[in-house]
């Protein structure tokens, strides 16, 4: 059962989790934390799902962090430590779906909801959201994996800059430094732009999906080379040898005949 301020719901092959906290402007509490990371568990073993989008309920925040009037009572090591491990559960459960994950932005993503969305695979915005590495300006550093993520996303350089300057960026200025990949056109529902992005996803069979996100995971992880390969040649033996391939092979012969 998926509890109070989370809902997830089935649309054909694709998984809609949806953080549901707008009067909170999506704040991540540790429940919901704890929520996400059994919906996304559970998901994982659901053999029909090909894409999972995660979004946020309204359209001022994706999740603006993490429930700062709840955090405020973690004062002592071992809770803080609790705190950051029950989060990094969580997003990590997120990271390891095994399909792509669209977070669907729409509205600002910041602090521990930057994180959140660096977790997913890809970001699609609303053309009003915007995303920030907030959490210097309460003096702290990364603490889910989403400082790991922006670094495997933009380099150390440029994540360095983010994190210190701890600055807010517009859609545009996001997808320009490679931490959305697309923006909705002004006016545009967010629906149908995660929709345009995740056609062409779609397009694939589930075991070619799996496959790719299976060796896009590892490397992630920071899986060395005798494993990534090991990785991809099992995944393309298993994908060589299925029937949809063949069924493909077949069509693409045809037309050349």
Same mark, same amino acid.
């Given at each position: &059962?998926?509890? *109070? ?13 949806? @953080?549901? =906290?707008?009067?909170?402007?999506? %704040? ?14 559970? %998901? ?6 090909? $894409?999972?989008? $995660?979004?946020?309920? /309204?359209? =001022? ?7 700062? =009037?709840? #955090? !405020? %009572? ?8 609790? &705190? ?18 669209? %977070? ?6 910041? /602090? ?5 969305? &660096?977790a997913c695979d890809f970001r699609v915005a609303a053309?009003?959201? *915007? ?9 702290? +550093? ?5 400082? @790991? ?7 150390? +350089?440029?994540?360095?800059? $983010? ?5 807010? #960026?517009?859609? +545009? ?11 909705? !056109? ?8 995660v929709e345009a992005f995740a056609a062409p996803i779609?397009? *694939? ?23 990534? !390969? ?15 391939h063949w069924e493909a092979a077949s069509r693409v #012969?045809?037309?050349?005949?």
């Amino acid at each position: &059962m998926v509890p *109070r301020h989370l809902s997830a719901e089935r649309r054909g092959p694709v998984l809609v989790v949806r @953080i549901d =906290r707008p009067e909170k402007r999506n %704040a991540l509490s540790v429940g919901l934390l704890e929520a996400l990371r059994t919906t996304f568990e559970g %998901a994982a073993a659901e053999d029909g799902i090909r $894409l999972a989008v $995660l979004t946020g309920a /309204g359209d =001022r925040s994706f999740a603006a962090g993490g429930d700062l =009037r709840e #955090l !405020d %009572a973690v004062r002592g090591r071992a809770e803080a430590e609790t &705190m950051a491990a029950t989060a990094r559960a969580a997003l990590d459960a997120v990271r390891r779906l095994p399909v792509p994950v669209v %977070a669907a932005l729409n509205g600002d993503a910041l /602090g521990g909801g930057a994180e959140l969305a &660096m977790a997913c695979d890809f970001r699609v915005a609303a053309h009003h959201a *915007r995303l920030g590495f907030v959490q210097g300006r309460l003096n702290l +550093s990364t603490g889910w994996g989403g400082g @790991i993520d922006l670094i495997r996303l933009v380099g150390p +350089s440029a994540a360095l800059r $983010l994190l210190t300057a701890a600055e807010i #960026l517009d859609a +545009s200025a996001a997808r320009a430094c490679g931490l959305v990949d697309s923006v909705a !056109d002004p006016g545009q529902d967010l629906d149908a732009a995660v929709e345009a992005f995740a056609a062409p996803i779609l397009a *694939r069979p589930a075991h070619v999906l799996r496959s790719v996100k299976a060796l896009v995971r590892a490397a992630r992880e920071g899986a060395p080379r005798a494993e990534l !390969d090991a990785v991809e040649h099992t995944r393309f033996v298993e994908c060589w040898l299925h029937e949809d391939h063949w069924e493909a092979a077949s069509r693409v #012969l045809a037309r050349g005949s």
